[in-house]
């Protein structure tokens, strides 16, 4: 099992250095907003005007993470579906709008799914492997498996993380992207993975990535199987929308308080991890499927002998 050490989130929930995010977490409503930290604690002021709000995010939670490790980080992998909209917006409008031969290049660069990954390395100073992947709702679980086959190679702390954003003009679009009605909203989570057991004892004992027409229920339990395990010895179920309730009844969606956006699976397994603390049980399931035949499963697990 790889252990996860420290994890943080910048969500519109009030997530961000909290001991455990049960204690406030909230059903979301329609016009919540993004909670946030105070930047000037982790960004200098001249970085600080010219980062989007998710380069904000993720830089704030990843360098909290590794504050709370207190080690190097040894390698970078994170997961990102539609990147940074805010300065792919802003370049596309000026691009748009220009009359001259010349514009500024800052928004078309800081506009690429690699700058979270990218700024990261550069503020904390990092030449270490370093990696970006956008699967679309899979970009998360896919950055997962990256984190974990680094951590079997020998990395001893990796930062994986996950971030996306939502902008007005995304909000068009919504009913053909995604068949589900809950909110866009933003969210970023960061978490430092390693084999070294924490002092919580939590960490991933598995994943899956499948893609295909076959039955969710059939899929995940092989998957459970694989594990020697059955649904019912899973104590917690996180499901990515209501529907998936209807077959795992044991279940909590995650949806109604991350809100929707792509990499959401990741706030689940913060959502997953403190749980386990809070009701000190043994496993949880975080099932991902916000697109029909895309499915990510990911078995957490409490290992009770550290506790």
């Not at 989130?9 to 329609?30: A, C």
């Not at 086959?149 to 939502?166: F, I, R, T």
């Not at 598995?206 to 076959?214: A, S």
Request: overall charge negative; charged content about 20%.
């Amino acid at each position: 099992m790889i252990y996860i050490r420290a994890i943080q989130s910048i969500t519109h929930q009030d997530s961000f250095g909290q001991k455990n995010i049960w204690d406030n977490i909230r059903v979301l409503e329609k016009n919540s907003n993004t909670i946030t930290p105070d930047y000037k604690n982790y960004i200098s002021p001249s970085s600080l005007r010219r980062l989007s709000p998710v380069l904000r995010m993720a830089l704030t939670a990843a360098k909290e993470c590794q504050i709370n490790v207190g080690q190097e980080i040894d390698a970078i992998s994170v997961g990102t579906s539609l990147g940074c909209l805010v300065d792919t917006e802003k370049f596309l409008i000026g691009f748009h709008n220009a009359t001259g031969d010349v514009i500024s290049p800052t928004a078309f660069i800081q506009s690429t799914h690699n700058t979270i990954a990218g700024l990261i390395s550069l503020e904390l100073k990092n030449h270490s492997y370093n990696m970006t992947h956008t699967q679309n709702s899979l970009s998360f679980e896919v950055a997962l498996l990256d984190a974990l086959m680094c951590c079997k190679e020998g990395s001893k702390n990796v930062l994986l993380g996950a971030a996306d954003e939502c902008i007005d003009f995304l909000k068009l679009f919504q009913p053909s992207l995604i068949k589900n009605d809950t909110s866009l909203t933003s969210g970023v989570t960061f978490m430092i993975l390693g084999e070294s057991n924490s002092k919580l004892g939590i960490g991933v004992k598995d994943i899956l990535l499948h893609e295909g027409p076959d039955n969710i229920e059939h899929i995940t339990n092989q998957f459970l199987q694989k594990n020697s395990l059955s649904l019912h010895e899973i104590d917690q179920v996180f499901v990515s929308g209501e529907e998936l309730k209807s077959f795992f009844h044991n279940s909590i969606n995650y949806l109604q308080y991350s809100g929707l956006y792509f990499s959401a699976s990741a706030f689940a397994v913060h959502l997953a991890h403190d749980w386990l603390i809070k009701e000190g049980k043994k496993y949880a399931l975080i099932i991902n499927e916000l697109f029909e035949g895309k499915i990510g499963l990911m078995l957490i697990k409490r290992d009770e002998t550290q506790n």
